[in-house]
């Protein structure tokens, strides 16, 4: 079946499957609803939980024939790359840790990939993700950095790209989060709280510079078009018995000259999705808020600041990634749906047509940024990314 959808190229339907995101994990519903979204894709195939039992009746609820609800990742793949009607993408949202080995049984069976952050749990598996991704041509990989896919985002990196800023000199950007629930977390209560988080080989390398620092990161190397050079990381655990990393403050070169300031926290009481940059230039600088998401705060070094909204004529891009008209809230979904619906396009399409989704390259940097955060916070000194 043909379907059109707003904005969009004609497509047909793809046949998605699914790994994780089970019963109680959130994200895991964010997926869900933006693979239908624009109408891309079907839902067919998943193994949704670690606990067969749950997997399949989670599988059977959302209407998944019986065949088709499985009970691990490896039987899926097998299974699926036999079938004529096959799944020809998976969506993987299961922890960090198994990122990477859940992706390359499905890049051996030639099926694309989208994937929740982080890249991967750590450097290493980070490294060979990226070579099994590269080394098969017939792939494609997305990486669920959702925060890039906001409209005024998008708007944002073409500005920089159009030389609006002029040249990049400084960029602040903070993510903050309390996951603390206004509880203290102790020896006691941090298992039944925190869960996987605290469990370093679920979790990879840092639990708050895997789960949001990678965000913060990406966003200002994406908009900022920048590559990091040296951090110099000051990583806080919660305390000596809960070896949890929940606070790092890292001071950022970048390739060009210019400097980052990054601040990601999983316990500062009362932060409230906290996501904001700054990003400074020689001719001016642009702000965006994610609790905000539809403005876009221009500030030129002569003149007075400008506010550009999403879908408005004075923010042209944004109309791309927009649903909705300008006036009326768009926000987190829409945001994420727009890797799902480009990641459509780009399996569609033979043309050179510019995609704007996070993809393998992106997760490989964001990978080496908390990998040497880690080395930088232990050496207590500069270190290279
Ligand atoms: N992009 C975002 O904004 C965003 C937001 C939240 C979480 N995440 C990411 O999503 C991932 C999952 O986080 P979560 O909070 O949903 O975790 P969760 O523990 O709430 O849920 C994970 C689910 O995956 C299942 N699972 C684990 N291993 C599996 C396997 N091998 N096969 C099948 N199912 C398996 C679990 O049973 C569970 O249902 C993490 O990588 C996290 O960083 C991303």
Not at 29 to 48: C, P, T
Request: hydrophobic letters at 35%.
């Amino acid at each position: 079946m043909i379907y059109e959808t707003v904005n969009t190229m004609k497509t047909k339907i793809l046949s998605l499957g699914i790994v994780g995101g089970g019963p109680k994990s959130w994200i895991g519903h964010v997926h869900r609803i933006s693979a239908r979204f624009d109408n891309r894709y079907e839902i067919v195939a998943g193994v949704f939980s670690r606990n067969p039992k749950l997997s399949i009746s989670f599988g059977r609820n959302m209407g998944i024939s019986k065949d088709r609800c499985y009970t691990n990742y490896k039987e899926m793949a097998d299974k699926e790359s036999k079938r004529n009607d096959g799944i020809q993408v998976v969506s993987i949202m299961t922890p960090p840790g198994s990122h990477q080995i859940i992706a390359e049984k499905f890049i051996d069976k030639n099926i694309h990939i989208i994937s929740d952050k982080p890249f991967a749990g750590n450097i290493d598996q980070a490294k060979k993700l990226y070579k099994k991704i590269k080394s098969n041509k017939k792939i494609k990989y997305a990486l669920t950095h959702n925060y890039s896919s906001y409209p005024m985002v998008r708007e944002a990196k073409v500005l920089i790209e159009k030389g609006k800023i002029g040249k990049v000199e400084y960029v602040n950007v903070e993510y903050v989060q309390d996951w603390s629930e206004g509880i203290k977390i102790t020896s006691k209560n941090a298992k039944k709280k925190l869960k996987w988080k605290i469990d370093n080989k679920i979790v990879g390398t840092s639990a708050v510079l895997n789960e949001i620092g990678t965000h913060a990161y990406h966003l200002a190397t994406y908009i900022s078009g920048l590559k990091g050079k040296q951090v110099f990381a000051d990583i806080k655990q919660i305390s000596n018995k809960i070896k949890m990393d929940d606070n790092a403050q890292v001071m950022i070169n970048f390739t060009n000259g210019a400097k980052g300031m990054l601040w990601t926290s999983v316990m500062a009481k009362g932060g409230i999705y906290g996501l904001r940059i700054r990003i400074f230039g020689s001719k001016g600088s642009l702000e965006w808020v994610q609790n905000d998401p539809g403005y876009l705060k221009l500030n030129p070094s002569k003149g007075a600041v400008k506010l550009l909204e999403r879908g408005f004529y004075n923010a042209k891009l944004s109309k791309k990634f927009s649903r909705i008209k300008f006036g009326h809230p768009e926000g987190y979904l829409d945001a994420f749906a727009n890797i799902y619906r480009e990641f459509s396009d780009s399996l569609r399409t033979k043309s050179k047509k510019r995609f704007f989704y996070p993809n393998e390259d992106e997760g490989l940097e964001t990978a080496k940024f908390i990998n040497a955060c880690k080395i930088s916070s232990k050496r207590k000194r500069w270190t290279k990314i």
